[in-house]
């Protein structure tokens, strides 16, 4: 095996793979990657079992073969070497040189045929979506996924489709029991997409698809035998999904509208952000009184301090005071576009809700503590 690389290409490809590979695993070559070239190409391959990822870099082939390597040394060579191209080889023992300028490294890898088999996906639909949009679902649901493993079927993101034909909307729901995040956005050519049950993507499978889409200003996406799958151009995404039902969620969004309050996003933000500077994993809570164009926040903790903070608000009704978690509101508002938010509150133990003025794409319900 022998090939020359563009050593920012090969940078970039094993850079991507860094997120898939199990660091703690009792299966060593899952600490590696595979490489293995492929018409005049370098095809990387990375896997945990769940999530997959097999991208192709142009390369020029002296001497076709493969090889798995470990990721994590294998990038931090590359990252700290110094120049424009990338010689790498391999001999019969496996043993792998790469040069680059005047630096040489050898190290030592495994067979390929050690490396689990990651199958490629063809002839399935796939739905060209928009890269930013799917981008902006995960990030604007993502925050609530629940981390509790025993509740597996909110441990990813309920995804489905909304409306018919060409009025169709692509869905992301998540919910950690406490909170619940809602975002949809335009399905592009996936309006072809049917998701009447909809599907359970994982938590760690949606960031990396996060991060391949963001760079991208279209993706195909489409499911094959329990496997969501993402493609690019040169990059193919693969994630099993979770297989269980998803709690109707619908019944959480409330029906009668609470207290409405408008306030501009960046100016509670920041308030609450000094707020949560109080907050522990014992006490997050910050306590919002409502008075005559006020709104007062406190957040005291037995530990650290005291905190509070004065905004104005058009508010003239009666004085109310609620409890949230601080971190909850924090996350909600910051996944808001829009300037001005929109702030539905109820009394008792009924949940607020958080919203982009005029955005009806997004919602976010938080359950109040008590006080």
Request: glycine content about 8%; overall charge negative.
């Amino acid at each position: 095996m022998e090939f020359h690389i563009d050593r920012n290409t090969f940078l970039e490809g094993i850079q991507k793979t860094l997120g898939i590979v199990e660091r703690k695993t009792t299966i060593p070559i899952l600490n590696n990657i595979l490489l293995r070239t492929e018409d005049n190409q370098i095809k990387i391959v990375a896997t945990d079992r769940e999530i997959s990822l097999i991208s192709r870099y142009d390369a020029r082939i002296a001497v076709p073969g493969d090889i798995t390597l470990s990721v994590k040394k294998l990038h931090e060579m590359i990252r700290e070497t110094q120049g424009e191209t990338i010689y790498f080889s391999k001999n019969d023992q496996h043993q792998v040189t790469m040069t680059c300028n005047k630096a040489i490294y050898r190290i030592p890898g495994m067979p390929a045929d050690e490396y689990p088999q990651v199958v490629e996906v063809e002839d399935i639909p796939l739905y060209r979506v928009s890269g930013a949009v799917l981008t902006d679902l995960i990030r604007k649901t993502s925050f609530a996924v629940s981390t509790d493993e025993i509740r597996m079927n909110l441990n990813g993101i309920f995804m489905e489709t909304v409306g018919l034909g060409d009025s169709s909307r692509l869905q992301m729901v998540a919910t950690d029991g406490h909170r619940l995040a809602m975002a949809r956005g335009p399905a592009g050519s996936a309006g072809g997409l049917e998701l009447e049950k909809g599907v359970i993507i994982p938590r760690k499978g949606l960031w990396e698809v996060r991060k391949i889409a963001d760079n991208e200003a279209e993706v195909a996406i489409g499911f094959d035998h329990g496997m969501f799958i993402m493609k690019t151009k040169n990059i193919t995404v693969k994630v099993s999904m979770i297989d269980a039902e998803y709690p109707d969620y619908r019944r959480v969004i409330p029906v009668e509208k609470g207290t409405a309050l408008q306030f501009g996003r960046d100016k509670v933000l920041h308030a609450l952000r000094r707020m949560s500077v109080i907050s522990s994993d014992r006490y997050s809570g910050v306590i919002i009184t409502l008075g005559n164009k006020l709104m007062v926040l406190n957040s005291n903790n037995p530990d650290v301090g005291e905190a509070n903070e004065e905004i104005d608000v058009d508010y003239a009704g009666e004085e109310m005071v609620v409890s949230y978690n601080v971190n909850y509101l924090i996350d909600a508002i910051a996944a808001v576009d829009e300037e001005e938010v929109s702030f539905e509150i109820n009394l008792g133990m009924k949940p607020g809700v958080v919203r982009g003025m005029g955005n009806e794409d997004y919602l976010c319900i938080v359950m109040p503590l008590k006080l």
